[in-house]
């Protein structure tokens, strides 16, 4: 079935620091990528939404500049932390949506998330 | 804007009890439901979903309804698992989002044999 997967699953780093986060969608052209984040104990929060070869759309009150979103080709989608400081710290992640090249069939797929820790 | 509340966890359960996590939402319109299961190290999984009022949607023993009288989509299974382990959210999809979903705040259940 359609598998997205998302790289790191754990990543630590130093203050000031960027960090890329890749997910990539297999068995499945991902036309469009959500990213969202989730702060403990509460609800994912989408930050924004991209479509294959087109910038990202981002929700109100999430820096673009601060989360860079790539979406350049049909099995990936990338999201870079710039700079990185510790209040970013939390639990990142990607759902993909597309076809799937057997089936056909529409497909709305999660990834398994990435934590991210800045020091 | 739309919103979900989901039943506070964690919830902790000895196999074969009765399961009842709470989700309420608000929106406009008729929103389309889910609930999704996020197991260990995985990704969030579609468990099972209802489009309209009163359509119960169910699968692997879970069930939920939707009920536009109490804006609430409960979801319930009459013997749960250690299997069942896994952490619950309950979404919505509105009719003018997309493929945006809304979701809740995610409930832990932990089951013990």
């Known amino acids: 079935g359609a598998v997205v997967s998302q790289h790191p699953s754990w990543v630590i780093c130093k203050s000031g620091t960027s960090v890329k986060i890749e997910c990539r969608s297999l068995?499945?052209?991902?036309?469009?990528m959500f990213w969202y984040r989730q702060f403990p104990k509460q609800s994912l929060m989408l930050m924004a939404t991209?479509?294959?070869?087109?910038?990202?759309?981002?929700e109100q009150g999430v820096e673009k500049d601060k989360f860079l979103i790539n979406h350049a080709s049909l099995t990936l989608s990338t999201l870079t932390v710039t700079s990185a400081h510790p209040e970013d710290s939390s639990f990142y992640i990607c759902s993909a949506r597309g076809q799937g090249l057997v089936s056909g069939a529409n497909v709305l797929t999660f990834g398994a998330g990435s934590r991210l820790t800045v020091l | 804007g739309n919103s979900v509340t989901q039943m506070e966890g964690p919830v902790t359960l000895s196999e074969e009890a009765f399961l009842t996590i709470n989700c309420t939402y608000t929106a406009t319109g008729y929103p389309s439901l889910f609930w999704y299961v996020q197991y260990p190290g995985e990704g969030l999984q579609l468990l099972l979903k209802?489009?309209?009022?009163?359509d119960k949607g169910s699968n692997k023993g879970f069930e939920a309804t939707y009920r536009k009288e109490t804006t609430s989509f409960h979801l319930e299974k009459g013997s749960v698992q250690v299997s069942d382990s896994a952490v619950y959210f309950c979404a919505l999809r509105s009719e003018t989002s997309g493929s945006r979903l809304t979701f809740g705040e995610g409930t832990q259940l932990t089951v013990n044999p």
């Open positions: 991209s479509n294959e070869g087109s910038k990202a759309t981002y």
């Open positions: 068995d499945f052209q991902a036309t469009t």
């Open positions: 209802a489009t309209k009022a009163d």
